[in-house]
């Protein structure tokens, strides 16, 4: 199950999703737990996104293969299908790939970023529902 949450799948033709319906199916609807969840991937992330950002600024694209690739974790139990996690495969880990270098990429780097800081900070906590 890991393989199929953490590699591409070949030949996905699935629309990105920004909504919690996986992590809330994988959580048995545990509001808590997700707002649990949330909160780590929010931290996680400003600490990847930090040094994603010390990676390109030394142009160091080992480093920001591994940390991409950490990345993917991060975002996981979003679900495969997630908007952030198709991110991280199609444009940080693809586009690097198919680059092979971070020379005269700043400004498309910058922006990836940009765009992750914002779906991240868009993922908002579920109600709390009291029983």
Not at 4 to 17: A, F, G, L, R, S
Not at 39 to 61: P, Y
Not at 89 to 110: H, N, Q, V
Request: proline share 6%; glycine share 6%; net charge negative.
């Amino acid at each position: 199950m890991l393989a199929i949450m953490t590699e591409p799948m070949p030949n996905n033709k699935e629309v990105p999703y920004t909504s919690l319906h996986y992590l809330r199916a994988l959580l048995g609807d545990d509001s808590y737990a997700v707002n649990d969840i949330l909160r780590e991937i929010k931290s996680q992330w400003k600490k990847d996104a930090s040094q994603l950002s010390t990676a390109m600024a030394h142009h160091d694209i080992n480093e920001m293969k591994r940390l991409l690739h950490r990345v993917k974790s991060t975002f996981s139990p979003l679900g495969p299908g997630h908007v952030l996690y198709h991110m991280i495969l199609g444009k940080g880990e693809a586009f690097l790939e198919k680059r092979g270098t971070l020379d005269g990429d700043d400004e498309y780097w910058s922006a990836f970023l940009e765009n992750i800081n914002t779906l991240v900070k868009d993922l908002k906590p579920e109600p709390v529902t009291r029983p």
